[in-house]
């Protein structure tokens, strides 16, 4: 198992993330930075996507994920909540796996849970395929206040 790690956040966790990339060389390597190509190359190259947010408005980094057939495993906040459908919850349309606290018994519990279903190939192939095709296009959305309004009237 390999851990790439992109981003910035609080000067603490970059020291430790420092720390991990000369301690695991060649296992986990963190780049903190803001850098989109290589987000879009990581998203192209993954398994799964660790999202661990506290807060996430919206959230575009797990719809980039699973365009590219990345499985998101996300915290249960604002727009990851709200695109990333729990397979243990609904197994025929779930994206990913959620968890719902900001612990790290919770983001292990769904880590074990995204290498549970990894062990099953088929299965990874399917959700896959199922996530690559998931429409979150503003012309879906459109569409979908349009027929709202169309029952209110």
Not at 70 to 90: E, N
Request: hydrophobic fraction near 40%; charged fraction near 20%; proline fraction near 3%.
């Amino acid at each position: 198992m390999n851990f790439l790690i992109l981003g910035t956040g609080e000067a603490e966790l970059h020291d430790a993330l420092r720390e991990l990339n000369w301690v695991y060389q060649g296992r986990c390597d963190a780049v903190l930075e803001y850098n989109e190509a290589l987000a879009h190359t990581l998203y192209a190259g993954s398994d799964f996507l660790l999202m661990p947010s506290r807060v996430e408005p919206c959230g575009l980094n797990q719809m980039y994920a699973m365009r590219y057939g990345t499985i998101p495993i996300v915290r249960t906040v604002g727009g990851l909540k709200d695109t990333v459908i729990d397979l243990g919850a609904f197994p025929a349309e779930g994206r990913g796996f959620r968890f719902d606290h900001f612990t790290v018994d919770d983001a292990h519990h769904a880590i074990w849970r995204a290498y549970s279903l990894y062990q099953d190939t088929a299965q990874m192939k399917s959700i896959r395929k199922r996530i690559m095709a998931a429409d979150f296009s503003w012309e879906k959305a459109a569409n979908n206040y349009f027929h709202l309004y169309q029952e209110l009237i």
